[in-house]
């Protein structure tokens, strides 16, 4: 029995280790490696050859092991105020975009956690079923709507609400309208995750004590749906920071997101040493509030 034992206690250890090893590898593989790549051309010099930056580890003719590693891309980043002004207009664009699809995407989550099952499904089908089309094409169809002969303005003509037509293509509004319309998803099916879990009881104990529904609200649902809140919101704000299609197709020329910049200086400047740079730091930027959910998780953990 003692050997039998401690075989089925090698196969389950074995059996765990396969389990978290293969999302492991999965990581290292398509994150770490190419992290640890970026990372060292950040610190290289840019040259004109192939590939356009000089090695940070390399032999030199008197047959000794050189590194040369390079801060001035770091500095240039911290000298130039193109890449600070396209830094923080893709915070401002990413913040507010969140904070649009909270406020659109919270109510329409719970309506569909409180609606009855068949309704339920049709609601959660609406939400999911614009991913079954092309993003760049629901990105080329918000050019037809909101350009000066679009269906949105005509519309706004008929109804005598403006007397000619708005300018709403390539303005930073246009930004606004395609990554709320683009990341909405993102925000209710985290919210509705949450939402749907809750127990309808706690609501009709505070009913029962005298407590409104707005006052019920504020003090069970929306303390309970905090988790769903931070999911949504950095599922929201973290991949809008860098995004790139919708502000080179509905954008304005004279404001760059990071994510554009990034893309022009690794393709038309050829400048891979600061783009890799650029890069670098928007990540570290943008794990910081991975870290602060991470530690709101522990702390409620340990409340718990």
């Known amino acids: 029995m003692g050997a039998i034992t401690r075989l089925s206690l090698w196969v389950e250890g074995r059996g765990r280790a396969l389990v978290s090893g293969i999302p492991l590898a999965w990581l290292a593989l398509f994150f770490l490696i190419p992290f640890l790549i970026v990372l060292k051309i950040s610190f290289s010099e840019a040259r004109l050859a192939m590939p356009p930056y000089a090695p940070l580890i390399e032999w030199t003719r008197a047959h000794a092991l050189a590194i040369r590693v390079h801060l001035d891309n770091y500095h240039l980043l911290a000298g130039d105020p193109l890449y600070l002004d396209s830094l923080l207009y893709s915070l401002r664009v990413a913040a507010g975009s969140t904070v649009c699809c909270l406020a659109l995407g919270y109510p329409m989550a719970l309506a569909i956690a409180r609606a009855r099952a068949p309704r339920r499904h049709l609601l ?181």
């Open 124 to 304: 959660l089908m609406a939400i999911i079923l614009p991913f079954w089309t092309s993003f760049l094409l629901r990105v080329y169809a918000w050019i037809g709507l909101l350009q000066d002969n679009g269906v949105v303005n005509h519309l706004l003509l008929a109804l005598h609400l403006i007397d000619r037509p708005l300018v709403m293509v390539n303005t930073t509004f246009a930004v606004y309208v395609g990554i709320v319309y683009s990341y909405l998803p993102f925000m209710v099916l985290p919210l509705y995750a949450n939402l749907e879990k809750h127990d309808a009881a706690l609501l009709e104990a505070a009913a029962d004590l005298g407590a409104r529904p707005w006052r019920a609200f504020c003090r069970i649902t929306l303390p309970l749906s905090a988790p769903g809140i931070m999911a949504g919101v950095l599922l929201v704000f973290i991949p809008a920071v860098g995004e790139f299609v919708i502000p080179a197709l509905l954008g304005p020329a004279n404001q760059l997101m990071i994510g554009r910049v990034i893309s022009n200086e690794f393709f038309e400047n050829r400048d891979w040493p600061v783009a890799s740079a650029l890069a670098i730091v928007m990540l570290v930027l943008l794990l910081m509030p991975i870290v602060l959910l991470q530690r709101y998780r522990g702390r409620g953990l340990a409340r718990a």
